[in-house]
Structure formats: structure tokens, C-alpha cells
């Protein structure tokens, strides 16, 4: 079979639509590289102006001790969905829905991506 159109992780990375958060999960505890989509991190790490007292490196922090938390609780090591509470406006935080999936990196090493239930 033919190979139409190949796009990697690491051209992921470089265009923006994966941020590699690796630096911070080996940090916390993480064995394999961790990246999240564009979509999780602008809507879980991105701090809105409104929201002073918190920044992107806490934020980050939650999630990947969260997201450390609902793996040790998983039975399946392959795609767990786990919450994540956020707060993006003063009034309130949400319940965020998100999905972590372990599969093969370029090299085909584990590789860990955080993302919202409908992006694979």
C-alpha cells in the first residue's frame, strides 16, 4: 500500500499543533515523553487575564499530576479519559474532559498525547 500523506510528531511539535511538555512531566514522574494538543493547552494551561492568581506552570503541573493520578488508577495503559478542574474566569472553575492516549512516537518509543474526547 502506498503512503499517501505522513505526518510525524515531531513535525506535530514543530507546527504548534502538539507542545511538548516533556520537560515538566519527567518532573513529575513520567518515563515517556508527554505532549498535549493545541486544544488542551490553550483551554487547561493557557491562563486568561482575568484569572491573575494562577499561572501556566501550575496549571501544567495540575494536569500532569492529575493525569499521573488516573493512570496509576487505569486499567487500560493504552487511552484512559480522566477530568481535570479549570478555572477560566473569576466566577468559577469546570470540569474538563480529556483523554490521554499511549502509543508509538516517531522512532516508535512510547510517547504519551493529552487531548480533548473527540481529537485523536
Same mark, same amino acid.
Given at each position: ?24 512531566? /519527567? ?22 487575564? /482575568? ?5 501556566? /506552570? ?29 478555572? /477560566? ?32
Amino acid at each position: 500500500m502506498e503512503v499517501i500523506f505522513e505526518y510525524s510528531r515531531a513535525q506535530a511539535i514543530a507546527d504548534g499543533v502538539l507542545i511538548d511538555v516533556s520537560w515538566m512531566a /519527567n518532573e513529575a514522574g513520567f518515563r515517556f515523553p508527554v505532549a498535549l494538543t493545541s486544544a488542551v493547552w490553550g483551554l487547561c494551561v493557557d491562563v486568561r487575564e /482575568n484569572v491573575g492568581h494562577q499561572d501556566e /506552570n501550575g496549571r501544567l503541573w495540575d494536569l500532569l499530576t492529575v493525569l499521573r493520578h488516573s493512570i496509576r488508577q487505569a486499567k487500560s495503559r493504552h487511552e484512559i479519559h480522566f477530568e481535570l478542574c479549570v478555572q /477560566n474566569c473569576v466566577q468559577r472553575a469546570d470540569s474538563v474532559a480529556l483523554k490521554a492516549a499511549c502509543g508509538p512516537g516517531d522512532d516508535l518509543e512510547p510517547v504519551i498525547t493529552v487531548m480533548l474526547p473527540d481529537e485523536d
